[in-house]
Structure formats: structure tokens, C-alpha cells
């Protein structure tokens, strides 16, 4: 019998924690807290110990089970001699359990390519325990020559990666693949996305709603009352929104997390809404590029549009989060878990994040009610008045 994700949902805490098996080994448990995490038992040295690989609803029921998989496979690779399995095989049972999470193909391609062209020549062969530290940094130093230190710490990181992996499936005691991004240069920081102070936003969009495209101008007003990011609001289709246009739902493939997010839409979102209905209405995209039909409008519109304005170095279309994260930290009154819900920032611990990707939903509609009111009540800023969404509702 195996494990159902109604069945996960459906298992509450108890006294003690206790298991709920699936197949193959494989088992989720259950805390008194609450938490449940996907783990396996094995032999090690003759000593049996645990596997965890992750917490639900985080890892989900297939992913887990892949990442069972794809631990027992690691161990079938070794030879029935005590001789450990080579670097390659350990690196391809660890590409089949992380490439799925990646989020796109180009990705995938890209963490493959790093380990088959600056690794495995050199060390794929060799049997995983016998690598040494001092050619592990021969390795990332070599990627470094290259010229690009970028691609070095990708390197290290995925050799590392490997080495975790092994020793997690049992294959080491220990490895000498930590903190390989020591012996190389520094990376180049990346300069925060440009974005007014909130004392400029009445000028900003008061020029916005002067912008002489309808499509570019009412997208600038919606991007600044949801705050999304620019692709996930460029690929915003009529089908959703639901609730009577009260709620806009942003599917995975267009999250940064790879995870739904859920908008709450103001009544001043709503009334930007509608207005483009009346341009855009009979298109699947709510932004539709006046220049290609029936596609959204292209990556580069809203900043070449600030740049039209004269916030050239002064505003991206990325900085709408950001002012948004000033002001609502500032001077909204609600707390930080609710603001950063909204921004669908990633949750830096995995038992929180597994408990409030789904919380925080009247606060946050309270929220972007009191964000809508804020960016109308900028003295400079113009905003539609029509509220109602009607054909690509009905």
C-alpha cells in the first residue's frame, strides 16, 4: 500500500511522532509539532541511520520518491566489491534527482554541462572516496582560468553538491568537497534593481498615467499595484482570474519558486483591470503586445518605457517590489510574514515555509487593499475609475 496526498494532508500530530510508510523504504514522519518530512532507513557500517530528504509540502509525494530513487539507485551504482561507485555515477544519480526541481530545460542543460566539462574529464573516473581535497581545488581553479569566476562557483557548488549527496546515501564518512568557493576570487555583486524613494512616487506616476500606449501605461499601473515580477505579470492571461476578478492566480511555470501565487486584486487593480478589457479583452493575454497579436507584450517594455519617461537609472520595472517592500514595512501596520507572502519571496526556513505558503490570505487582501489606497492617494497620480470586469468573466 502506498502513501496518497490526501492521506499527508489528512495526518494530524499526535504524542509521539510516528511513521506513515510508502513503498520502497520510503516513509513520511509525522512530529508531535506538527512537521513531516520524507525520510528512509539504511545500513551504514553495519549501523542502521536515516535519510531525510525533505519536508512535505515542500518536497512533494513524486518528488520524494524520486529522490528515494534516486538515493537507492546511487547505492545499486557501486560494484559488489567494497570499492566505492566513480564520481560520474555518483554525479548522474544526483543529476536525477535535482534536475527535475530546476526550473527550466535551459537550467538543466547548464548544471549538466558544468560537471561534463570542467569534472568529469579530469576526476569522473576515479572512485569517489579516493579524491582528494588538493584536486578538488585543482579542479575549480582550473574552471576559474578560464575567466569567468562565475562559472567556478557554479562548479564548486555542484561538486560539493555530489559529495553531500554520496555521503548522504551512504557512500562516505566524510568528503573534502566543503567550502570549495574559498580558494577562488571572489564573485562580482550584483547592484540592487533601481527604485524611487516613496517621496518620488507622486512625479512617477503621474508620469505614468501621461504615457501616450494604453497597453504599456495600464500595465505600469497594474505592475505597481500587484508588485509582481515583470514575467509573471507579462504572461497574465483573462482565465486567472477568479472570484469575480477579486483574485488573480500566477501558475508555477511562471514563479520564480516554480509554486502558485495567489493576488489579491484592489479595487484600484480591478479598475486598471477593466480598462484594459476594453483593449485587450478579446486576446487570451491581459497584456497583449500592440505590435504581435495574440502574444504579451515583450520583456524589455516597461524599462524602456521608464527610460521614455526619464527614470533611467532611477526606476525598473523590478523596483515596483521594492518600493512596495519600502512602504508597506514603513507604514502599513502589518506584519513582516503577511508583506513577505505577498512578494512571494522564498522562505529561508523550509518548516515555516511548508506551513505558510498557504496562510496569511485576509491579511493579505486587507494588505493590497491598503496598497491600492496608497499608490491612489498620491496626490499626482490619475487612476481609471471603471470597476467592473465583465466578458472574460462571464
Known amino acids: 500500500m502506498t502513501l496518497t496526498v490526501r492521506a499527508i494532508e489528512a495526518a494530524?500530530?499526535?504524542?509521539?511522532?510516528?511513521?506513515?510508510?510508502?513503498?520502497?523504504?520510503?516513509?513520511?514522519?509525522?512530529?508531535?509539532?506538527g512537521g513531516k518530512s520524507w525520510r528512509a532507513n539504511y545500513v551504514r557500517s553495519g549501523k542502521q541511520a536515516t535519510r531525510t530528504y525533505g519536508q512535505w509540502p515542500a518536497l512533494s509525494l513524486a518528488?520524494?520518491?524520486?529522490?528515494?530513487a534516486a538515493a537507492r539507485d546511487a547505492v545499486a551504482a557501486a560494484p559488489v566489491a567494497k570499492a566505492a561507485p566513480t564520481f560520474e555515477a555518483v554525479a548522474r544519480a544526483w543529476l536525477k534527482l535535482k534536475l527535475p526541481t530546476l526550473s527550466?530545460?535551459?537550467?538543466?542543460?547548464?548544471?549538466?554541462?558544468?560537471?561534463?566539462?570542467?569534472?568529469?574529464?579530469?576526476?569522473?573516473?576515479?572512485a569517489i572516496d579516493t579524491i582528494t581535497r588538493a584536486e578538488l581545488v585543482a579542479v575549480v581553479q582550473a574552471a576559474q582560468a578560464t575567466g569567468v569566476v562565475e562559472t567556478a562557483h557554479r562548479v564548486a557548488g555542484r561538486i560539493t553538491a555530489v559529495f553531500d549527496y554520496a555521503l548522504d546515501a551512504g557512500l562516505l564518512q566524510a568528503h573534502p568537497a566543503s567550502n570549495l568557493v574559498r580558494v577562488l576570487q571572489s564573485r562580482k555583486t550584483k547592484k540592487p534593481m533601481a527604485s524611487i524613494p516613496p517621496s518620488d512616487a507622486p512625479a512617477l506616476f503621474a508620469a505614468i498615467g501621461n504615457y501616450d500606449e494604453p497597453?504599456?501605461?495600464?500595465?505600469?499601473?497594474?505592475?505597481?499595484?500587484?508588485?509582481?515580477?515583470v514575467g509573471e505579470l507579462r504572461g497574465m492571461r483573462w482565465s486567472e482570474l477568479r472570484e469575480d476578478g477579486a483574485v488573480w492566480v500566477v501558475p508555477a511555470n511562471r514563479m520564480k519558486l516554480r509554486l502558485p501565487h495567489v493576488v489579491p486584486l484592489s479595487t484600484q487593480a480591478r479598475a486598471v483591470l477593466a480598462q484594459l478589457e476594453l483593449v485587450t479583452g478579446s486576446s487570451d493575454y491581459v497584456l497583449q503586445s500592440p505590435l504581435r497579436p495574440r502574444h504579451p507584450i515583450s520583456e524589455n517594455t516597461f524599462l524602456f518605457a521608464l527610460y521614455r519617461l526619464g527614470y533611467r537609472g532611477r526606476m525598473t520595472a523590478h523596483g515596483f517590489r521594492a518600493l512596495a517592500s519600502t512602504v508597506l514595512n514603513e507604514q502599513s501596520g502589518f506584519g513582516r510574514e503577511v508583506i513577505e507572502r505577498q512578494l512571494a519571496h522564498k522562505e529561508t526556513d523550509d518548516v515555516r515555509a511548508a506551513y505558510n505558503r498557504a496562510e496569511y490570505l485576509p491579511q493579505r487582501r486587507e494588505l493590497m487593499e491598503w496598497w491600492g489606497r496608497w499608490i491612489a492617494g498620491q496626490s499626482l497620480m490619475e487612476m481609471p475609475l471603471t470597476t467592473s470586469l465583465t466578458s472574460n468573466l462571464s
Do not use: C, I, M, W
Open 12 to 33: 494530524k500530530p499526535r504524542d509521539k511522532g510516528y511513521k506513515l510508510a510508502d513503498s520502497a523504504g520510503l516513509y513520511l514522519f509525522v512530529t508531535p509539532a
Open 63 to 68: 518528488d520524494a520518491r524520486r529522490a528515494h
Open 104 to 126: 527550466n530545460g535551459k537550467h538543466q542543460v547548464q548544471v549538466t554541462n558544468t560537471l561534463e566539462r570542467f569534472v568529469f574529464p579530469a576526476l569522473g573516473a576515479r
Open 215 to 229: 497597453v504599456t501605461r495600464l500595465g505600469l499601473q497594474l505592475l505597481s499595484l500587484t508588485f509582481v515580477r
